[in-house]
């Protein structure tokens, strides 16, 4: 669901030239996290982990400012 955001972001740092790859691999982690604790069924971590990656998106966002 955040993946075309990340695309978009990550593909706009690397045309201006902007470091984002720290929030990029928090993004990438936090997902692979998500998925782990869907198929496992712990919810609260799978909530943490959303809003990590969500935090990273923003963190890459903010990056353009």
Same mark, same amino acid.
């Given at each position: 669901?955040?993946?075309?955001? =990340?695309?978009? &972001?990550?593909?706009?740092? &690397?045309?201006?030239? *902007?470091? +984002?790859?720290?929030? #990029?691999?928090?993004?990438? *982690? #936090?997902?692979?996290?998500?998925? $782990? =604790?869907?198929?496992?069924? $712990?919810? &609260?971590?799978? +909530? #943490?982990?959303?809003? +990590?990656?969500?935090?990273? &998106?923003?963190?890459?966002?903010? #990056? =353009? $400012?």
């Amino acid at each position: 669901e955040s993946l075309p955001a =990340f695309l978009a &972001l990550a593909l706009l740092s &690397l045309v201006l030239g *902007i470091d +984002t790859s720290s929030a #990029a691999c928090v993004w990438l *982690i #936090a997902r692979v996290g998500h998925l $782990i =604790f869907y198929v496992v069924g $712990i919810g &609260l971590l799978r +909530t #943490a982990s959303w809003l +990590t990656s969500l935090g990273a &998106l923003v963190f890459m966002a903010c #990056a =353009f $400012i």
